[in-house]
């Protein structure tokens, strides 16, 4: 005759295998869960944190068409008066404006931009003001034509600080009037955020097509990008002109 100790087993208890098998995929199962779970939350805090931290700024690169009138450019002072009002409206935070020539021009410009903005001064982006006789290619006289001068400007909803001009090495051939011209990039940086800083660049390089042409725009914009690698700002912003097709065979300045 049996006794109930001669059934229990030896060493514990017996599970079924359906038990013991369940057990070994759910615990690890539940364990991924759970640390997906953990990401997943970590994540979603990040991000809303980077998104609410972000902010948007608008830019508007143009250029302005500031030739002379007598150099062919077609109803300057009706589109320099509507370039001036198109500022006023505030719908951009940046504006990088080209070919503003003529220190006429710049003012009425000038005259538009909000209280809330600020406009570089017509020699603050040039190689500087002529003595009372212009000097040739030496300085920016701003009155006539644009020998000497660079054309540039920036109106910024922010206050610009650290404003400066460089004058590119290479100005072009003198054939199609480039060599007259005194062309370079302008740099202000600008602080939107907090301990957020922003270096602003603009530019207008060698026109025309010409091998020479060619040869002067992508010197001119290897002395650019050497400059805007080099910033110490937290992001830099280029805009301009740079009378570059990246269809333009013999040429590299769009992929510089």
């Known amino acids: 005759m049996t006794t109930p100790s001669d059934l229990d087993p030896l060493v514990g208890s017996v599970q079924p295998r359906s038990r013991l098998l369940r057990t070994k995929i759910l615990c690890p199962l539940l364990f991924l869960i759970g640390c997906t779970a953990l990401l997943c939350s970590v994540l979603i805090g990040y991000f809303n944190y980077k998104v609410e931290d972000a902010f948007a700024l608008r830019v508007l690169s143009m250029n302005t068409w500031g030739m002379p009138e007598l150099f062919g450019a077609k109803d300057k002072a009706a589109r320099m008066d509507a370039i001036g009002k198109m500022i006023a409206r505030q719908e951009y935070d940046l504006y990088l404006l080209e070919e503003l020539w003529l220190a006429k021009d710049h003012e009425v410009i000038k005259k538009h931009v909000p209280k809330n ?15 009372y006789v212009p000097l040739p290619f030496a300085c920016c006289d701003g009155v006539a034509d644009p020998s000497g001068c660079s054309g540039l400007a920036i109106v910024s909803r922010y206050p610009m600080q650290g404003i400066t ?9 003198m054939a199609d009037f480039e060599k007259l011209a005194r062309k370079g990039f302008g740099k202000v940086r600008i602080e939107p955020k907090a301990n957020l800083t922003i270096d602003v660049f603009v530019t207008h390089t060698c026109a025309s097509d010409s091998d020479a042409d060619k040869e002067a725009r992508m010197s001119q914009v290897n002395q650019l990008m050497s400059a805007v690698r080099a910033s110490t700002a937290d992001f830099s912003i280029l805009g301009g002109d740079f009378n570059s097709d990246p269809r333009a065979k013999n040429e590299t300045t769009y992929n510089i």
């Not at 903005?117 to 003595?131: D, H, K, V, W």
């Not at 001009?165 to 290479?170: A, I, L, R, S, V």
């Open 117 to 131: 903005y600020t406009m570089t001064t017509y020699n603050s982006l040039t190689q500087g003001r002529c003595p």
């Open 165 to 173: 001009f460089t004058m590119y090495n290479d100005h072009g051939p």
